[in-house]
């Protein structure tokens, strides 16, 4: 078994503190992290029972958007990647294309036991155990299922590693994308793709490292089917009909 | 008209040969039928019982026995009464008749014993892949299907890091209960 300390993490530290000796070198940078972790929204991929705390949460009781958080409904709109309970093999292919479309800065939570070590799923097929082994997981609240208070309090470190500048794990899925490929391959297949260019994407991001490219992603480019483009007409099944 | 059901249906199951009747209550009658039997008998309930539900289709594993049991559950509105008509098959081949043309239901149920027993239904309108779309896998509900070693073959594990709950408990975190509304395990680490 491995333990959470054991998983290397790429953490790159936040950018060196004085250029040239002025206090004020880096006063934009903090600025920008102070406000990106102000306003932070939330999709919340609801796979599991953990769902079920989420609208306590959010609504007038607990009231997660006094800290900032709101829910959001389309990835690309998103910051966080909520992943609420157990994560079935099927889902997990949708977790992952939900999460290659949404724009970076992006955080992964995972909620609940069952995304930490499969839970009480611990011994079905069906279910992935680690979810840290598929995408980058910035924090995970464990429980079964937690309390309000305790996904509260989960957000609130979020953003605080984000003010701080310490939650990147979005940068390690592009410095390390053969690593996340090679476990979703292993468990979906050799012919596993996604239609994002995340390669393309790590170069655009300038996070294109040694251990971006590997073994898995060129098993990609043999399976690489080229994407068709669709028909751009308004209307297409009516028009057909009337032809 | 439910206290004579038992003998209604012992009556009624006396026109088909190979059944056994067992009424454990007045609403829940077993009936073990041999294989041939059962479309006949599920034809008689539903065309002369009025048993029109078939509820559905639960399949029971006896690798021991080497045999599948198939039970179909039918259910009268007007007799208030389930009946649960048992049959054994062998494990190999694994192949029985559909009753798709008795009940129209009879197609979802046996598509999906088809993907998680790897029974096969002759005659049933589809046999593709049901909910298990995209596993390949050998049929997941079979005895002989060792789920751990599947588990161990294809994910990795990991622990709960108690450092984390320390770190959460030093920074005052994790859940403050007033100590009259404590439960016995907390009370007495809080008592010590």
């Given at each position: 078994m491995t333990s959470l300390s054991d998983i290397p993490v790429i953490q790159t530290p936040p950018?060196?503190?004085a250029r040239g000796g002025n206090?004020?070198?880096n006063v934009f940078d903090d600025f920008i992290r102070y406000c990106r972790s102000r306003s932070l929204f939330m999709l919340h991929?609801?796979?599991?029972?953990?769902?079920?705390?989420l609208p306590p949460a959010m609504t007038s009781r607990f009231d997660m958007e006094r800290i900032g958080i709101q829910p959001m409904v389309t990835p690309r709109q998103a910051d966080i990647l909520l992943v609420t309970g157990y994560v079935s093999v099927k889902t997990l292919k949708r977790i992952i294309l939900t999460y290659e479309q949404m724009a970076s800065p992006k955080y992964v939570i995972g909620i609940c036991s069952c995304t930490v070590n499969g839970g009480m799923y611990w011994q079905s097929y069906a279910t992935a155990k680690k979810l840290n082994d598929y995408l980058p997981v910035d924090l995970y609240i464990a429980g079964?299922?937690?309390r309000p208070e305790a996904v509260i309090e989960g957000l609130k470190a979020l953003r605080d590693n984000i003010e701080a500048g310490t939650s990147d794990n979005w940068k390690d899925y592009y410095q390390r994308y053969d690593h996340y490929l090679g476990n979703q391959q292993r468990l979906f297949g050799a012919d596993w793709q996604t239609p994002t260019e995340v390669i393309a994407e790590a170069k655009h991001y300038g996070l294109f490292g040694p251990d971006t490219l590997g073994e898995h992603t060129r098993r990609l480019e043999d399976h690489r089917k080229p994407l068709e483009p669709l028909r751009m007409t308004l209307n297409a099944g009516r028009l057909e009909h009337m032809e | 008209m439910t206290t004579d059901i038992g003998q209604w249906l012992g009556h009624l199951i006396?026109?088909?040969?190979g059944v056994q009747h067992r009424g454990r209550h007045a609403r829940r009658q077993r009936l073990d039928v041999a294989p041939d039997a059962l479309p006949a008998l599920l034809e008689l309930l539903q065309g002369k019982g009025s048993f029109v539900h078939l509820s559905a289709i639960s399949c029971v594993d006896w690798p021991e026995d080497g045999q599948f049991e198939l039970v179909y559950h039918v259910w009268s509105y007007e007799l208030k009464t389930l009946v649960s008509a048992h049959i054994r098959i062998p494990r190999e081949p694994g192949r029985y008749l559909s009753v798709y043309d008795i009940y129209k239901p009879a197609a979802f149920f046996e598509r999906d014993i088809h993907e998680m027993y790897g029974v096969f239904f002759e005659g049933s309108p589809s046999m593709e892949k049901f909910i298990l779309t995209e596993w390949d896998g050998?049929?997941?509900?079979?005895?002989?299907?060792?789920s751990e070693n599947w588990v161990n073959d294809h994910f990795d594990w990991q622990d709960y890091h108690p450092d984390w709950l320390n770190d959460i408990e030093s920074r005052g975190g994790g859940i403050a209960i007033r100590p009259d509304e404590q439960r016995f395990s907390r009370k007495a680490k809080h008592e010590s």
């Open positions: 950018e060196a503190p206090p004020l070198a991929y609801c796979t599991g029972c953990g769902a079920i705390e079964c299922m937690p | 006396g026109q088909v040969e050998p049929p997941p509900m079979r005895k002989e299907f060792d």
